[in-house]
């Protein structure tokens, strides 16, 4: 990942602290915004390791399988707890979760790297995983569709006809203006594209496709918040909009660091600079998440408290008129 001489230099005199604070950050991220927690993780396990240990071979299409079946029975046994009305909480939890790493198996079946200059040798590309050209065909045409089935699947569940609206339809479209009401499948395309872009370009080998892969997803996404602010609450649209410029900045950011330079590439203090200014923002994000998500509770028990005890005052102020009124007819 580290391209520059003095990045190099200062990972190895710092250790493994940067990373393990980003790490923890995006952990955390992750969390606030239910999404799973990727393989690529210090604090996750591989799941190659764990297949082996338990008498498989530990291939990628096993692993994929095992990531693809588990999510499916946590969403199943969900929705057998669940009474049928609301079992439609469970698909949209379970594909909000777990489908944009699932989705990302594909990217790492594809997944395929150049070992030498192309005036050396032409076509100079290894496919580890899929080095078959039909296979890999036929595996995007195969993401391709499954692609489009959820997305049919998501866009069914938002949509809703009838007198009682269904939990999870609210939960999709209650939040943005009616003209969008369907806006939550923008955030689950743009999760699904991020974990793709990880996953088909890893930072090891391709650092330079993958930042500009996901710098150019996050400046979409901000483009579009920024010119139809989707939601109903205008704090909100500003919210979104500060976090994704963020993302946008950090992504800025991190091609600095993953680029050479003759000039900028041997100061410490600029490399030092773009460090700490990455930390500061994922600091600043890994904050702000948690208290805009802590507040918005807040706010809703307050207002039920509220309710119950309006309530309870009217049960009250009802049952001593009863009283009165009984002990004036006695």
């Not at 395929?112 to 995007?140: H, M, S, T, W």
């Not at 391709?144 to 938002?158: E, Q």
């Not at 109903?232 to 500060?242: D, H, I, Q, S």
Request: overall charge neutral; glycine content about 6%.
């Amino acid at each position: 990942m580290s391209q520059t001489k003095v990045v190099q230099e200062i990972r190895g005199s710092a250790g493994q602290l940067p990373v393990v604070l980003l790490s923890t950050m995006g952990l955390f991220s992750q969390m606030f915004s239910g999404q799973a927690s990727d393989e690529g993780s210090i604090f996750s396990i591989s799941s190659m390791c764990l297949l082996q240990y338990m008498g498989f071979d530990g291939f990628l299409s096993q692993v994929h399988l095992l990531h693809s079946l588990v999510p499916a029975a946590l969403v199943a046994g969900l929705a057998l707890c669940l009474a049928p009305e609301k079992r439609g909480v469970a698909l949209v939890v379970g594909l909000n979760c777990f489908w944009p790493e699932i989705f990302s198996y594909f990217g790492k079946h594809l997944y395929c790297y150049q070992y030498a200059p192309e005036v050396i040798k032409q076509n100079a590309y290894e496919c580890p995983f899929l080095p078959d050209f039909a296979g890999r065909v036929i595996l995007r045409i195969v993401a391709l569709v499954l692609m489009v089935a959820i997305s049919g699947l998501w866009i069914w569940l938002s949509l809703h006809k009838g007198r009682n609206t269904p939990l999870h339809v609210l939960y999709l479209t209650k939040p943005y203006r009616s003209g969008v009401a369907l806006w939550e499948t923008e955030r689950l395309f743009r999760k699904t594209a991020l974990t793709m872009a990880v996953s088909a370009l890893p930072i090891t080998s391709s650092p330079a496709l993958q930042v500009v892969c996901i710098g150019s997803i996050v400046s979409v996404s901000l483009l579009l918040y920024a010119t139809l602010l989707p939601y109903k609450a205008m704090r909100w649209n500003l919210t979104e909009c500060v976090l994704l410029f963020a993302a946008a900045l950090m992504t800025t950011l991190v091609s600095g660091l993953t680029a050479y330079d003759s000039y900028w590439g041997h100061v410490v203090e600029i490399e030092y600079a773009m460090i700490v200014a990455t930390l500061f923002l994922a600091g600043c994000v890994f904050t702000v998440m948690p208290y805009l998500i802590y507040s918005r509770l807040k706010l809703e028990w307050s207002k039920e408290c509220s309710f119950q005890l309006k309530d309870e005052v009217e049960r009250t102020l009802s049952e001593t008129n009863d009283t009165l009124l009984w002990s004036k007819f006695i």
